[in-house]
């Protein structure tokens, strides 16, 4: 059973700062990885997927994926007090999406 | 596009109560996931549908819980009996196919506080 975690927990750092958030996975073989944004009282809207090892670049965000070492991070760029949410990793294996319990990032203006 | 609509967005219930929770999916898609979240636990995989048939329930404790998907513009979760335990929000989400990898587009979800 594929596992997902990601860290920190929550995060908080000065508006315009770029933003790292990690997310760790069990299996090699899974197939894509979806970043999450959730804010309060919302449902997760999704950001940004990645397949393929490298990166992948969307506006402010960025995501790395190497399968090797099992990571994925995203990176958001010029961080603004609207990016203040849940970030949460998703890791689709046997076509099944796997959860990570979310990174709460705190942007402070 | 409205997006997916949840309906309704809380709900009180008594122990030992029925609830129905019920989810608009957006036009067009063929696929339809019940999650439910809370703090400890996150986001639990319930259900999933798939052009209105039932693929995989291995997330729903089998007791109490039920989900249907009568037609293409709606579906129900059912708990019966409901405990304090099933407190949580129950999220609703359509994509337009679950094979490839799709984004999912989640509704607002229903919280359930079971008294």
């Known amino acids: 059973q594929e596992k997902v975690q990601q860290s920190p927990e929550s995060l908080i750092v000065p508006e315009g700062a770029m933003v790292s958030l990690n997310c760790s996975f069990s299996?090699?073989?899974?197939?894509s990885i979806w970043w999450y944004q959730q804010h309060p009282g919302k449902g997760p809207k999704a950001l940004i997927s990645i397949f393929s090892n490298g990166n992948k670049k969307e506006g402010r965000l960025t995501v790395y994926l190497n399968r090797a070492s099992l990571h994925v991070s995203l990176h958001i760029k010029d961080s603004q007090p609207s990016d203040s949410a849940v970030y949460l990793c998703?890791?689709?294996?046997?076509?099944?999406?796997?959860w990570g319990s979310g990174t709460k990032l705190i942007i402070k203006p | 596009n409205a997006g997916v609509i949840q309906t309704p967005r809380h709900k009180v219930t008594g122990k030992g109560q029925e609830a129905t929770l019920w989810c608009e999916p957006i036009?067009?898609?063929?696929?339809v996931f019940w999650y439910r979240q809370t703090i400890v636990q996150g986001l639990e995989f319930l259900t999933y549908f798939r052009n209105q048939a039932p693929i995989d329930d291995s997330g729903m404790p089998k007791e109490r819980f039920s989900a249907q998907m009568p037609n293409q513009s709606h579906s129900t979760l059912k708990i019966q009996s409901t405990q304090p335990q099933d407190s949580a929000v129950y999220l609703c989400a359509s994509s337009l196919d679950r094979i490839s990898n799709e984004r999912l587009f989640f509704g607002h979800g229903t919280k359930l506080s079971v008294l």
């Open positions: 299996d090699s073989a899974s197939q």
């Open positions: 036009s067009g898609h063929s696929a």
């Open positions: 998703a890791v689709n294996s046997n076509y099944q999406l796997i």
